[in-house]
């Protein structure tokens, strides 16, 4: 009987202990996680950007700007280079935009 009581007491012990392990750890844990939430990206606002694409190509060329259309989720990013469709009349030809700044400028390459 008192081996029982000795090997039960030990075991309380040990779990006990390892209970106030874990409760450090996840202290810890949380303790060094940012809670703070995260920003969604900031995206250039479509219908914006396409009528800035035809401002920026009024003049260029000898043809006049129709119809722009550009992808929906550009994330505002230097560097980040992706294609609109642009119409004239019936004929739609394909131009590089670039973003250039973090503010949202573009630059234009009609190809």
């Not at 996840?26 to 940012?34: P, S």
């Not at 914006?48 to 994330?75: E, I, Y």
Request: hydrophobic letters at 45%.
């Amino acid at each position: 009987m008192v081996d029982q009581q000795n090997v039960t007491r030990t075991v309380m012990a040990i779990s006990a202990a390892v209970v106030a392990v874990c409760a450090v750890v996840v202290t810890v844990k949380l303790m060094g996680t940012d809670l703070d939430p995260v920003a969604p990206p900031r995206m250039l606002d479509q219908a914006a950007l396409q009528q800035q694409v035809a401002n920026m190509l009024q003049g260029v060329g000898d043809k006049p700007v129709g119809r722009v259309t550009c992808p929906g989720s550009v994330v505002v990013e230097v560097d980040n280079e992706f294609e609109c469709q642009v119409w004239d009349y019936l004929h739609s030809d394909t131009v590089s935009v670039k973003v250039v700044s973090d503010q949202g400028e573009i630059s234009v390459n009609r190809s």
